[in-house]
């Protein structure tokens, strides 16, 4: 009897060990255009987002999280390569031409992107929704299972193109739904090797013809008499160059608040997915968009190139940031130091106990925020993010926030501590030069250091991507 006690607590050890060593799996869900104020968790009052705020409750949300970049693709890039728009070339949105047809590449060949390395450490790699970086009907980058968008841009979210298994097929129903389904399959097939989920939805969006179009989900007729107070109604921007049909419209809205609770509603199955399958403990579950998107704020309707000059203001790249792992991210955390999308794969490599793995060669501006998600301070932290589109570039600090327009301005500072909003623009005002030098000569620095010359535009460089600003 006594040896029996002992087998089965030999047994029982030998189990509690090898569940301890498996590695720990990612969801990594990034939406489409969605800026930070449109949650509830950060404190947006009209839109129902139970599922998303629940995340953030149950682990630590970043406060001022911005992307690297107001557009999709170039932050899609940086989120996988932990890379910069001037490293890995890609400055603007990608033409179609490049995603599929004779043209078709990835832009990401050259480098050394999350999956391949998960891949290489033995995580079974899966996409569901939108890629845009290039070659989209064939799986790449360490991903095996692959469904996928033919494009970058969204028209409607019903009855539209997919990729599925290399062929090309309409969806009949409401392709969030769709990315939720099979991001769960996905997980179902994988419960029992590591694995890293790419759900990429292609929503909220917030742009484009389909903002005039009545919303179809289930979540249609709460938003159809809602006025949303949330969404400022702000004269429009005299830099307003796009999105003037439905500035300022009930109708772009209440879609835009509809598609955000038809995302919650994914986010909520996916999650009772981890749980069902026994793998709720074992996951790290993110929460981010690609970049951040105004609603009306300041008479501000979408992101950078959709004003002329490109650009920069702070909610165009403010993005939700949320990460959850029970029983290493302590619930309930907000950390607000200024953290950028490229920091995010340095970060969740360390997370999963693969720092080492990160490619040093070319050299991410990226650091480790991982200490925060354990509820530690991140000491030594530099407080300052960079970010550039095209022409433009900008340096944010705790207090300043500087922007710069090669070659010949129009230039903007703002002090983000009297003036968040963004509304006084003090380059050039009276007692400014001396921060406005600093800041100047802080943002070459960074980029001196980390540009890659044939990717550099303000040396001459190209993009990846069609220019908007010659």
Known sequence: MKALRILIALLTLGSSALAAAKPVNLVFILTDNQGAWTLGCYGNPDIRTPHIDQLAAEG????????????????????????????????????????????????????TSLGEVLRDAGYTCGLSGKWHLGANMTPSEGFTTWTTKPDGSTIEFYDQKIIENGQLRVEPGYTTDLWTRKGIEFIQANKDRPFFLYLAYNGPYSLGKLMLNEAKNRHAAYYADKPLHSFPRDTMHPWQHD???????????????????GVDDGVGEIMAALKANGLDENTLV??????????????????????RPIGAHELMMQIPFIFRHPGTIPPAQTCDALVSNYDFMPSVLAHLGLADKM?????????DFSPALRGQPLTNWDNTIFYEMETTRAIRTARWKYIARHPSGPHELYDMQSD??????????PGTTEITTALSKQLDTFFTQYAAPKYNIWKGGGSKAKRHVP
């Not at 949300?61 to 992307?67: K, N, V, Y």
């Not at 968040?420 to 005002?429: A, D």
Request: glycine share 8%; aromatic share 12%; charged share 15%.
């Open 420 to 429: 968040p909003q963004e509304r006084f623009n003090q380059y050039s005002q």
């Open 243 to 261: 999105n003037k049909a439905f500035h300022n419209t009930d109708a772009a809205r209440r879609r835009m608040a509809s598609e955000v609770s």
């Open 286 to 307: 993110v929460y981010a968009s690609d970049q951040g998107w105004m609603g009306g704020q300041n008479g501000m309707w979408g992101m950078g190139d959709h004003f």
């Open 359 to 367: 490619p040093q060669s070319p050299k991410s501006p990226g650091r």
């Open 60 to 111: 630590i949300r970043f406060t001022h999280a911005l992307s690297s970049n107001p557009v999709c693709s170039p932050t899609r890039a940086t989120f996988l390569t932990g890379l910069i728009p001037s490293q890995h070339g890609l400055h603007s949105f990608l033409d179609p031409k490049f995603m599929m047809g004779p043209e078709a590449y990835n832009t990401l060949q050259e480098f």
